[in-house]
Each structure stands twice: as C-alpha cells, then as structure tokens.
C-alpha cells in the first residue's frame, strides 16, 4: 500500500510542484502581474484516479509565504498540488489590496489573498460561513470577484439565494467535481434571500434555519419565569413561557433539541440531487459550529443533514466551524468528515471585539435555554490549547462506487509558536502526528469508524459502509 511521506516525495515531481508554485506566486504579487486575471481552475491531471485534498477553515490576514520561503509552507502546497482538486472554507471576505478592515471587527483578507490561495493549490473556496457575509452586499460582491480574478471556483454565497446554492463544478465528465457549500451558524442578515418576481432577493450566504424546541425542568423554568417576570422580557400562558421570542416549555427535565428548517433542508438536498445528475462526484461543504466550539461530537440535526446529503447523491461531507477536528463517519457509499478544523488561522489579526457568538465558544444550547440573555459581547478565546493548532490535509479518492479510500495527513499550525507566530499549516512532527491520529481515530470510533495508521499518515477504513437510509 503506498504511502504519501513529507520527506520521500520523488525529486523530479518536488522540484516540478516548487517550479509551479515560483511561477504561480511571481504572477499573483500584485507589482508583479502582467495580466488581469488568471485562467479559470481546472481538474489536475494526476495520471492517477480522481482525487480531492480538503482543509478547514482559512482565516488570512497578510501574504502567504513565498515559494522557497518556508520549507514546511511548500510540502503542504505541494501536497494540495498532487491532488486532482483541493478546497477550503474561506471564513472572511476579500476586499481591495490594501484597504483597512475596522478595528474592531473580524478581518477582511486584501484580494490578494485569492491569489495566494491558488497559488497554495487550491482550486474549489467555500463562502457558507457565519463571517461570510459580515459587509452584506458589497463584501459578496467583492469577495467573488476577487475569486473570480484569481480563477478559483466558488460556492456558497452570492447576490441572492438561489446564486448562493449554485455548485462550484470542476472538471468534464467523466471526471467532473460538483461542490455545494451551506452553513447552520449564520445569523438572519447575513442569509441569502430568494428573488421573487420583481422583489430582488438579498445578498448573503446559503445557509439552513434551524428551529430551536426547549423543554425546561421545573425549577429551571421557575427560575426563567422569574427573571421574565422581573426584566418584564417575558410572559407566560397556557403553551409555555415566552422569553425573548422564545417558547419555553414546563417538562420533567431540561432538554434543547434544534431542527433543520424543513424548507432550506428540502431545497439543499434538491440540490445535491440534481448535482449527482450532472457530476460525477458530489461534495457538500458544511460549516456548523452546533452544539459549540468545545464540544468533539456534532449536534444531532448536523449528522441527520450529512447523513441525507449522502442519500440524496453526495459523495463526500466536508465540515468545519469549531475550529478543531471532529470524527469521521463511514455512511453508504460516502464519508463525512465532521470538522476538519482550522488549515490558515491568523487569530492574531483578529480583535477580542470581533468575534460574534459561534467563534466565543459559545454553548449554543445553553445560549437557547437563557434566550440569549448574556452579560456582555462575545469575546475570541486565546485559543492557546493544541488543539486549535492541529488539523489534517483529508485527500479522498473516488471510483465508481463512491469514496474508495481516504488519507489523513497531519497538520501543525504553529502550536509551539508564540501566539503571534501561529496560523500557517506545516507538516506534523512525528510525535504530533501520533497525537493528532490518535485522537481523531478515538473521535471517529463513536461512528463506528476505524483508521488505520502507519508511518504518520491516516486512512479511514472504508470496509463495509452503513446500508444509506439506516
């Protein structure tokens, strides 16, 4: 069984990929470019199998390093570069090169920064996120046609709903790549709207509702119908007690259990349908911080949405949001990957007062139990724990049945850094890599999943998947 290692890639394809990337960077500075735009990304002809190397979320502030610059930097682009695709969630807006973002808001990369993507490998970005959106209209605008410049494809946003669903496609039949990109953690501005006849839909990102049902114990629903009752924020009647634009329920125990919007959920896994009919493979981007940042299992209503994106055709679930890695699930004739964490994260660029609800580690269902009553604004975690800092390249490959094998290499972020110096992915040391396998290996038992591990690198048994539907 052959193995990818940081160290044994051939000379010849090492010196061809860093000759690529020289190439690709000389063209994107923008003192260096000679041209407008480049060419539209296309499938890489790997003479192998169709493959696709997914990553997390990328948070950029500031150039990427150069081709050459850092040795660690060139063996992840390279990695990306032998995959036929590679993607990730951008979880910021590009705006013009050079313009200055607020102080006190969630960054917003220079347009720039499409072309350092390219250059890195990437081909696919996806936009569904809670900061996908945060400069309404202009920054959609903006951060597509900065994507555009730089030939990349994307999904995930755009200047109504039904452009926000759009797939990104890559690739001609019988090798063509369909990606569709949502997100549960949006607030209600920041969501794309449908245009309606001669009502113009509003620009934002392509996201599923969700509906949140609170059954409170008794004391814990006297306690909340006495601070309605005091702030005059609430008021109770036969149904329950209303806080905040909130039913809460009398029940024999606390329970928070939240729901798809079945109208959103219909129409994005129409979607995946009507892909698989076009494409030979399907993959869903999905970024859902639910039930919280801390928490390493998804929310309930996250695995039944991945679960029937595979039944509707989709090949691959990619997921993000909680800034660290979450389990991995063999489902049907496709895998879902439930967070990949973080793959570009630059929290220094970001300020304390930039952050909204889902990046302060907020537990959300606790946050729906209080109806939102907070003592203040959220405020960004230091993150100073590994596990923000490590993640995985996830390279899957697909043959007629689906996902046929999947390969976990691990990532180093910076996590023996000062704070200031973390955020680029490099290859894990030996001994980190053990740790980063092995827990994501314990994570993905609770999905009956095994991956195999040997010399640094991850596969995830694929073995006899689930029956999809069970």
Same mark, same amino acid.
């Given at each position: 069984?052959?193995?990818?290692?940081?160290?044994?890639?051939?000379?010849?394809?090492?010196?061809?990929?860093?000759?690529?990337?020289?190439?690709?960077?000389?063209? *994107?500075?923008?003192?260096?470019?000679? !041209?407008?735009?480049? &060419?539209? /990304?296309?499938?890489?002809?790997?003479?192998? &199998?169709?493959?696709?190397?997914?990553?997390?979320?990328?948070?950029?502030?500031?150039? $990427?390093?150069?081709?050459?610059? +850092?040795?660690?930097?060139?063996?992840?682009?390279?990695?990306?570069?032998?995959?036929?695709?590679?993607?990730?969630?951008?979880?910021?807006?590009?705006?013009?090169?050079?313009?200055?973002?607020?102080?006190?808001?969630?960054?917003?990369?220079?347009?720039?920064?499409?072309?350092?993507?390219?250059?890195?490998?990437?081909?696919?970005?996806?936009?569904?996120?809670? %900061?996908?959106?945060?400069?309404?209209?202009?920054?959609?605008?903006?951060?597509?046609?900065?994507?555009?410049?730089?030939?990349?494809?994307?999904?995930?946003?755009?200047?109504?709903?039904? /452009?926000?669903?759009?797939?990104?496609?890559?690739?001609?039949?019988?090798?063509?790549?369909?990606?569709?990109?949502? /997100?549960?953690?949006?607030?209600?501005?920041?969501?794309?709207?449908?245009?309606?006849?001669?009502?113009?839909?509003?620009?934002?990102?392509? *996201?599923?509702?969700?509906?949140?049902?609170?059954?409170?114990?008794?004391?814990?629903?006297?306690?909340?119908? *006495?601070?309605?009752?005091?702030?005059?924020?609430?008021?109770?009647?036969?149904?329950? $007690?209303?806080?905040?634009?909130?039913? !809460?329920?009398?029940? +024999?125990?606390?329970?928070?259990?939240?729901?798809?919007?079945?109208? +959103?959920?219909?129409?994005?896994?129409?979607?995946?349908?009507?892909?698989?009919?076009?494409?030979?493979?399907?993959?869903?981007?999905?970024?859902?911080?639910? &039930?919280?940042?801390?928490?390493?299992?998804?929310?309930?209503?996250?695995?039944?949405? /991945?679960?029937?994106? !595979?039944?509707?055709?989709?090949?691959?679930?990619?997921?993000?949001? @909680?800034?660290?890695?979450?389990?991995?699930?063999?489902?049907?004739?496709?895998?879902?990957?439930?967070?990949?964490?973080?793959?570009?994260?630059?929290?220094?660029?970001?300020?304390?007062?930039?952050?909204?609800?889902?990046?302060?580690?907020?537990?959300?269902?606790?946050?729906?139990?209080?109806?939102?009553?907070?003592?203040?604004?959220?405020?960004?975690?230091?993150?100073?724990?590994?596990?923000?800092?490590?993640?995985?390249?996830?390279?899957?490959?697909?043959? +007629?049945?689906?996902?046929?094998?999947?390969?976990?290499? &691990?990532?180093?972020?910076?996590?023996?850094? @000062?704070?200031?110096?973390?955020?680029?992915?490099? @290859?894990?040391?030996?001994?980190?890599?053990?740790?980063?396998?092995?827990?994501?290996?314990?994570?993905?038992?609770? %999905?009956?999943?095994?991956?195999?591990?040997?010399?640094?690198?991850?596969?995830?048994?694929?073995?006899?998947?689930?029956?999809?539907? *069970?």
């Amino acid at each position: 069984m052959s193995r990818i290692s940081w160290t044994g890639v051939g000379m010849l394809a090492a010196a061809a990929a860093l000759l690529a990337l020289a190439l690709v960077w000389r063209l *994107s500075r923008e003192a260096d470019r000679q !041209i407008s735009a480049l &060419p539209p /990304a296309t499938l890489r002809d790997t003479g192998g &199998p169709l493959t696709l190397a997914a990553v997390g979320d990328s948070v950029i502030d500031g150039p $990427l390093p150069a081709a050459g610059a +850092d040795r660690g930097f060139d063996q992840v682009a390279a990695l990306l570069h032998r995959a036929s695709a590679a993607m990730t969630n951008l979880e910021e807006e590009l705006g013009p090169t050079g313009e200055a973002h607020p102080p006190d808001a969630w960054p917003a990369g220079a347009a720039d920064v499409a072309f350092d993507l390219r250059r890195l490998g990437i081909t696919i970005v996806t936009r569904a996120n809670n %900061h996908g959106a945060d400069r309404g209209a202009d920054g959609i605008l903006s951060t597509g046609a900065a994507l555009d410049r730089a030939g990349l494809r994307h999904a995930g946003a755009g200047r109504d709903l039904d /452009a926000a669903r759009e797939p990104a496609v890559l690739g001609d039949r019988p090798r063509r790549i369909a990606v569709i990109a949502v /997100a549960t953690s949006v607030d209600d501005e920041a969501r794309a709207t449908r245009t309606r006849g001669d009502i113009v839909g509003r620009a934002g990102v392509s *996201s599923i509702r969700t509906h949140t049902d609170i059954t409170a114990d008794p004391a814990t629903y006297a306690a909340l119908l *006495s601070m309605a009752q005091a702030t005059h924020t609430g008021s109770e009647s036969g149904s329950g $007690l209303q806080l905040s634009g909130r039913l !809460i329920r009398k029940g +024999d125990r606390t329970s928070v259990e939240i729901t798809a919007d079945r109208e +959103d959920l219909d129409d994005v896994l129409d979607r995946v349908r009507r892909a698989h009919a076009d494409a030979d493979v399907v993959v869903v981007s999905l970024h859902s911080h639910e &039930p919280g940042n801390l928490s390493v299992a998804p929310a309930a209503f996250v695995r039944a949405f /991945a679960r029937q994106a !595979i039944d509707s055709g989709a090949s691959l679930v990619v997921g993000h949001g @909680p800034r660290q890695l979450r389990g991995i699930e063999v489902y049907g004739r496709g895998v879902i990957l439930y967070s990949l964490g973080n793959f570009i994260f630059d929290r220094a660029a970001i300020p304390q007062n930039g952050a909204d609800v889902y990046d302060a580690n907020t537990d959300l269902d606790a946050l729906a139990l209080d109806a939102v009553g907070r003592s203040g604004p959220p405020v960004l975690p230091a993150y100073d724990e590994a596990v923000w800092w490590e993640s995985v390249v996830a390279t899957a490959t697909f043959g +007629d049945r689906g996902v046929v094998r999947v390969d976990l290499t &691990p990532i180093d972020l910076g996590t023996e850094r @000062p704070r200031g110096g973390r955020g680029r992915p490099r @290859p894990a040391s030996a001994e980190r890599a053990a740790e980063i396998l092995g827990r994501l290996a314990e994570q993905s038992k609770e %999905h009956g999943t095994r991956i195999r591990i040997e010399n640094g690198v991850g596969e995830v048994d694929i073995g006899t998947p689930a029956a999809a539907g *069970s």
